[in-house]
């Protein structure tokens, strides 16, 4: 008889992120569900960790405790070394207004105007948390290093996307598309890390 798939619900209420998560997994042998088809969509979660790995940490107990199902959250954004590692944990919502894409990137251009390209070295930083039903959790972090652009290039991706330039391709995330971006995102890398160790874990159940 074969085993039915296990039940993981992504706690994000991000469309874009929900997406880029569910094709990573597209091979891996659980049923991914949406806040929405949990009926979770609504829920507000107060992310006050100090770290990307706390949010997510924060996201996934929540939830998990809610469904009683494996849950899977991230908490992610950019770092950029000549503004001490700004935005950060706070990177959605930078100008204030969360989710507001084009007022962030606006304020970030504003803020390195004066700064040369040898000195706009950035990196996305993903911290990927899974919670089992069990209360065993899992943290894993993956990072992308690039460069602030600019000026906003490419009409794909999200969030800073379109000022993340990466130096092997000299191309923004906007730009490269979505199926290479998910080769080598920071979201990329945490998700093939989690995949490694879901499968060992998921193979001993």
Known sequence: MKKDKQVAVIATG????????????????????????????NLEIVEDGKTFEENALIKARIVMEKTGCLTIADDSGLEVDSLNNQPGIYSARFAGEHG???????????????????????????????????KEELVLRGECEGYIGLQAKGSNGFGYDPLFIVPQFN???????????????HRAVALQKLKQLLQIKLRSE
């Open 14 to 41: 991000n469309l874009h992120k929900l997406d880029e998560i569910k094709k990573i997994l597209t091979d891996f042998p659980l049923e991914i569900k949406s806040m929405k088809d949990v009926e979770l969509d």
């Open 100 to 134: 507001n894409d084009n007022k962030n990137n606006q304020k970030l251009l504003e803020m390195m105007k004066d700064i040369p390209k040898e000195n706009r070295s950035a990196r996305f930083v993903c911290a990927m948390a899974v919670v089992f039903p069990n």
């Open 171 to 185: 191309l923004t995330f906007a730009e490269l598309g979505e199926e290479k971006k998910n080769e080598i995102s």
